[in-house]
């Protein structure tokens, strides 16, 4: 939750602004230029010099149906009428419109680089103002020529090339209020058929990924389905889960040898009471044999068995999808001193499968030799990799992205040129 709208346009701005320099139209020869993204309206951009990006906030349209979702103990509380202690789940209208004295190749240059960031980045996040992440949906509105006719014609400026974007929900936080007593400690649901001993059920995989950016800001955001690295912890989520009496968890998969093996020592024990929805897994530290090792990056499967009770009837869940991701170490990032190679280490370095990028830009594997510009060399353990940039590659700072069997490693190390 927010309490300034500008946080949203910020967000945009930023995200403008990071992606230019690494534009696939630079790589074009296409001459590379400066643009001014701005938050102001179409009108006062024809005062600033060189090319001019507005990313102008015109409307605003209330989320009903998203506000309805929420209930709070404070609203139910007297000293004021209960929508006050309720978000305002706000839709935010964006007109993107590009503007250059002189040259409408800058300007639709501009435009089609502007809208291309925005369709790879279909999620914005930020930090609110108490560390409270928050997160929208950016979508491309459809607006007939006469609605956008009209818009122009209530400014002073002329009819220009735009698009309109759509941010939402964007929520503003609630008045506190007086708080509930006692807190809330822990919440478990399950919603199961009304039998004396349910049948246990895995239903999806659930996993927090946090990283450091950057320019040094914390970022966190859920995978559901999850894709998890060597000593990574995932959740398994279903129901059910308290009537267990005996378990074991059985993976499928490429490795080894497409068969089935029993990883029960992978399940963390839960802590009494044990919760009905969820049970925690985590991965060894190290690839290597299974179970005592983490398998090789690649698609396998879970699933749960055992007994229902003390000595009640036995039971075998669904299989349920597992990514396991090559892990990158952050050590020494995010952003890496600057040098001629680099040296990434991690686990899951699969040789015959590795993929490394710096940012969208593939480099070529150097196989057995050291690594030239533009390539990349994997050690005989698979934890290291040694990349060397691309001698043209243009001023910016690029992710490092290994991805192994076409699953991605974590964000956790930049570099700059």
């Known amino acids: ?65 998203v506000e309805s979702l929420f209930w709070t103990a404070q609203s139910q509380a007297a000293g004021g009428p209960p929508v006050r202690y309720q978000p305002l789940a706000l839709d935010l209208y964006y ?61 002073t400026s002329a009819l220009r090339l735009s698009a309109v974007y759509r941010a939402a929900v964007v929520l503003i936080e609630p008045e506190q209020g007086r708080q509930p007593e006692p807190p809330v400690s822990f919440v478990d649901l399950a919603v199961v058929p009304g039998t004396a001993a349910p049948v246990p059920q ?13 320019d040094g800001a914390a970022v966190i955001f859920v995978q559901d389905p999850a894709a998890v690295a060597a000593g990574g912890e995932v959740w398994l989520i279903g129901t059910g889960f308290d009537t267990i009496a005996a378990e074991r968890l059985i993976l499928t998969g490429p490795y080894p040898g497409n068969g089935q093996t029993d990883v029960s020592a992978w399940l963390v024990p839960p802590p009494p009471p044990v919760p009905a929805t969820r049970r925690a897994v985590r991965l060894p530290a190290a690839v290597g044999a299974l179970p005592a090792g983490a398998p090789i990056p690649g698609r396998y499967s879970l699933r749960l068995e055992g007994t229902i009770g003390a000595g009640g009837p036995p039971f075998s869940t669904s299989d349920l999808p597992l990514s396991v991701a090559p892990g990158v170490s952050a050590a020494g990032g995010p952003v890496l001193p600057t040098a001629a190679s680099y040296v990434v280490t991690g686990t899951g370095f699969t040789a015959d499968q590795i993929e490394v990028l710096l940012g969208t830009i593939p ?55």
Do not use: C
Not at 26 to 48: I, K, M, N
């Open 363 to 417: 480099l070529v594997s150097a196989g057995g030799a050291a690594p030239a510009s533009g390539q990349f060399a994997v050690n005989q353990s698979g934890t290291a990799v040694t990349l060397v940039p691309p001698a043209a590659l243009r001023a910016g700072t690029y992710q490092v992205r290994v991805r192994v069997a076409g699953i991605d490693s974590d964000p956790a190390l930049w570099v700059t040129a």
């Open 95 to 155: 007109l993107l419109s590009a503007y250059a004295e002189g040259s409408y190749i800058h300007e639709q240059q501009a435009m089609s680089i502007a809208m291309r960031i925005f369709h790879e980045n279909p999620m914005i996040r930020g930090v609110g103002p108490a560390g409270q992440p928050w997160e929208a949906t950016l979508t491309l509105e459809r607006r007939s020529y006469d609605e956008l006719s009209r818009l122009w014609q209530a400014t």
């Open 202 to 214: 895995l239903l999806s995989t659930h996993r927090e990924v946090r990283y450091t950016a950057p």
């Open 1 to 65: 939750m927010i309490l300034d709208l500008s946080v949203v346009t910020d967000t945009l701005k930023k995200l403008v602004d990071t992606e230019w320099p690494n534009a696939p139209l630079w790589t074009l020869a296409t001459p590379q230029f400066a643009v001014d993204v701005t938050g102001l309206s179409p009108e006062a951009v024809r005062q600033g010099q060189g090319a001019q990006l507005s990313l102008y906030l015109y409307h605003i349209d209330e989320n009903n149906a």
